[in-house]
């Protein structure tokens, strides 16, 4: 009997993907385990491995496909015995069309309006009552100039507005005849309204070229799924906002300590590595914060997992490192350039990027000072890290130069209340500018 092979789910937030590669084709013999596609889900790139044995009969989406659904039959599989060439392909869900090309769906939308305010046009609509109501002529303001100035006679027209009402289309589609004696407006004509040819939906600014050159590229499965996910986020999660400025100096300090006992490992410290350290242990003094909003009901967590944004090609993904408040920092910056450099060649497995309990952005590289960065659902929390500079800073109660840093916590306002928010970016300045407390 055919196996039909479907189009997996290789994530909890995966509802479609690209078939970016077959590496069968038809009258393969495939067993359990054997690798047989690269599928391109919202995070990265992974493979697809067979789970029955058997015979390719039939391939039903092609590589390069995109907006595969999940469920979606991509192949048939012969079982072992079975004839290939009499096996009828598998049926199920249909595959989501290809998009079509953007100019080409640019045309049939703008023909598409045409025909719709045509339909809509008094030409093409019965005709109401006559526009004459006794020895007065019901017609708006503007009809009546335009028609003074067009020359056309408003007792031949009959309107197409309310009560037969002359309107500025009703003119406009008239021919002009024996000039009309010059009118002014009834006394109690009221303001002027201002008529408007039949509005055409103005397209999504993203659709709207201006005539200016430009090149048009697809967005990627990752990146249609950050602007969901983001939107989502934006939109049904209540943000609230902290920030702290914090010293860095003696962070800095130590970590040239550290890196210098650590230099026969060889392990280098970053300072990313000890803001990871920094805000779990802030999350395990602050466990109000370490939770996740779940409708009627919240989940708190007994560890930190902490979430790192790292921006990728096509994108950003943000893998973990779990129970990093109870790792060593040496051994976070080992996991940490592990898990970058993987996720920028799209190898990170499901369990390394999805979960965490709270995330942190770094921006400081990039000159940044000061960013507020949007949550990540389903967790409750970001910290989001600007750049370290010299500003001016009251030490001591003295005013002096001191390396500062501005920190921005974004909290689920529905999980997280501001005093706890404030709590937990108080215990990370804390622990920031006295960070012998990240090495106990």
């Known amino acids: 009997m055919p196996i039909a092979i479907k189009m997996p789910a290789l994530s909890p937030t995966m509802e479609e993907g690209t078939l970016s590669k077959w590496l069968v084709k038809v009258g393969d013999k ?72 953007v100019e ?58 309310p009560n037969g009402r002359i309107v500025k289309a009703d003119v406009e589609g008239a021919q002009s005849g024996a000039a009309a004696a010059p009118q002014q407006a009834p006394a109690d004509a009221g303001p002027v309204e201002r008529e408007m040819a039949p509005s055409v939906p103005v397209k999504p600014a993203e659709a709207q070229d201006f005539g200016i050159p430009h090149e048009v590229e697809k967005l990627s499965t990752m990146r249609k799924v950050i602007a969901r996910r983001l939107t989502e986020s934006k939109q049904s999660v209540p943000h609230i ?65 902490i979430s790192v944004a790292v921006s990728i090609p096509g994108g950003l993904i943000t893998p973990i490192v779990k129970d990093a408040g109870g790792k060593a920092m040496s051994k976070i910056s080992t996991e940490m350039k592990d898990l970058a450099a993987r996720a920028k060649d799209g190898k990170l497995a499901p369990e390394e990027f999805q979960g965490g309990t709270a995330s942190l952005s770094n921006m400081g590289m990039f000159g940044i000072k000061q960013f507020e960065a949007v ?29 500062v840093m501005s920190a921005t916590g974004s909290f689920d306002h529905r999980a997280i209340d501001g005093a706890d928010g404030a709590q937990l970016m108080q215990a990370f300045k804390q622990l920031v500018e006295a960070p012998l407390g990240l090495v106990a």
Do not use: W
């Open 30 to 101: 495939v067993s359990s385990g054997d690798i047989m596609a690269e599928i391109e889900t919202d995070k990265a790139t992974m493979e697809f491995e067979a789970v029955d044995e058997g015979t390719i009969a039939h391939i039903q989406v092609e590589e390069g496909t995109e907006g595969v659904k999940v469920g979606t039959v991509i192949a048939t599989l012969a079982e072992e015995g079975e004839d290939v060439g009499s096996v009828e392909a598998a049926g199920g869900t249909s595959p989501a069309p290809a998009a079509k090309p």
């Open 104 to 161: 080409e769906a640019r045309k049939e939308e703008v023909a598409g309006e045409a025909k719709r305010t045509e339909e809509a046009s008094p030409a093409s609509v019965p005709t109401p009552a006559p526009a004459a109501s006794g020895d007065r002529i019901v017609a708006s303001p503007l009809a009546k100039r335009i028609a003074q100035q067009k020359g056309v006679d408003l007792s031949s027209i009959k309107g197409s507005g």
């Open 241 to 305: 906002y902290l920030t702290v400025d914090v010293r860095l100096d003696a962070l800095l300090k130590l970590r040239g300590e550290l890196n210098a006992a650590l230099e026969p490992q060889g392990v280098k410290l970053s300072v990313n590595d000890m803001l990871i350290k920094a805000l779990a242990k802030s999350l395990e003094q602050v466990p109000a914060c370490n939770v996740q909003f779940a409708g009627d009901t919240m989940l708190k967590f007994n560890r930190a997992d």
């Open 375 to 403: 949550i990540n659902p389903p967790q409750a929390m970001i910290m989001a890290i600007g750049a370290g500079e010299q500003r001016p800073y009251v030490v001591d109660g003295a005013l002096s130069v001191a390396t």
